[in-house]
């Protein structure tokens, strides 16, 4: 059974920070691209970062640069998320996504988290 289970969201003070993890199961973990999306209340989903299964080469959207820093540890099948100076339109449920890295490949999702910053 394929599975992705967040952990680490909460309610942060502005400035703060948290550390999101995302353990995967039931696939081969080093085979995919993974990520984090988020969603805010009225908002559409977007892509907040991601790494790739190579180089380990990463992509940050323009408002969490400098701020956010996305890992992977292969040998724990665990993803992670550092977010530092927390800004309170960071708000959103996070959900942590993994795509096979080929064409037309397989991509699973979490539950997501709660990440509330408050102000």
């Known amino acids: 059974e394929v599975q992705l289970v967040e952990s680490g969201g909460g309610v942060v003070q502005v400035g703060g920070s948290l550390r999101l993890s995302c353990a995967a199961s039931?696939?081969?973990?080093?085979?995919?691209?993974i990520g984090w999306f988020r969603q805010a209340p009225g908002k559409a989903r977007e892509g907040v970062a991601r790494i790739s299964r190579g180089d380990g080469s990463t992509y940050y959207r323009d408002p969490v640069k400098g701020r956010f820093t996305i890992s992977r540890d292969n040998a724990k099948n665990t993803m992670y998320l550092q977010m530092n100076s927390l800004k309170p339109e960071d708000t959103a449920v996070y959900t942590c996504?993994?795509?096979?890295?080929?064409?037309?490949?397989?991509?699973?999702w979490g539950q997501g988290t709660q990440v509330t910053v408050s102000s």
């Open positions: 039931g696939f081969r973990f080093n085979d995919y691209i």
């Open positions: 996504h993994a795509r096979e890295a080929v064409v037309a490949g397989r991509e699973f």
